[in-house]
């Protein structure tokens, strides 16, 4: 149980260009999902919270205009990548939580490889 | 703020001998600890996660973990090591809410394991 799936799991996309990514928890509901990215060899780093029915919530340096996130259902997340340049370029992993989950513990997607020509 | 280090950016491990990736936390309260496991172009895969109970958590594959509150250490550990155990591993710690805000996440930067044939 708590499959966390991502699509599409590589693109590459022109500069200028918009990118939507999906996120979804294949067998159970989320509340809350996560998006992160991972540059080479660094860390995970969230980019914004993801409730369902409500606006994101963003992490600080984050743009939220450039990076558009919509959970319009308890199993769907999507982030949309606009007006992409090539730094945008990037390993973009999203998670999902178990409600009620009190260990707060994580599922997460097998990531999508952007990059942007 | 929580916060979590992997001082070892790499270890180098030879295959059948015991194998120990280090983690270390900061936080108020009560720790909830994770490890994950990255695969090369992959999400992040559950190992073990330490919430309450015996200091010694048994995981997925083989992989233990011992919580040590007075050296405020989790570190990551298996008897005999696999060629396939090769993988970035990272330690978390879930952080506390500011506000309203949702339960997340804090990483640490990751650790290269390298198990050697």
């Known amino acids: 149980g708590a499959v966390v799936s991502q699509h599409p799991s590589r693109v590459i996309c022109k500069s200028g260009t918009s990118v939507k990514i999906e996120c979804r928890s294949l067998?159970?509901?989320?509340?809350?999902m996560f998006w992160y990215r991972q540059f080479p060899k660094k860390s995970l780093m969230l980019m914004a919270t993801?409730?369902?029915?409500?606006?994101?919530?963003?992490e600080q340096g984050v743009e939220k205009d450039k990076f558009l996130i919509n959970h319009a259902s308890l199993t769907l997340s999507t982030l949309t990548v606009t007006s992409a340049h090539p730094e945008d370029s990037s390993f973009y992993i999203c998670?999902?939580?178990?409600?009620?989950?009190?260990?707060?513990?994580?599922?997460f997607g097998p990531g999508t490889r952007l990059t942007v020509t | 703020a929580q916060s979590v280090a992997q001082p070892e950016d790499q270890v180098n491990v030879a295959e059948g001998n015991p194998l120990t990736v280090k983690c270390t936390y900061s936080?108020?309260?009560?720790?909830?600890l994770f490890w994950y496991v990255q695969y090369p172009n992959r999400g992040l895969q559950f190992l073990l996660k330490?919430?309450?109970?015996?200091?010694l958590v048994k995981g997925s594959y083989g992989f233990e973990a011992e919580f040590n509150k007075s050296q405020t250490s989790f570190h990551l550990k298996k008897p005999s090591a696999l060629v396939s155990d090769s993988a970035l591993y990272f330690c978390a710690v879930r952080d506390i809410p500011s506000g309203a805000g949702s339960y997340q996440l804090t990483f640490g930067k990751g650790t290269k394991l390298s198990v050697i044939p």
């Open positions: 067998d159970f509901q989320a509340t809350t």
């Open positions: 936080v108020s309260g009560n720790p909830y």
């Open positions: 993801s409730n369902e029915g409500s606006k994101a919530t963003y």
């Open positions: 998670s999902a939580r178990l409600p009620r989950d009190i260990s707060y513990e994580q599922y």
């Open positions: 330490y919430i309450t109970g015996d200091n």
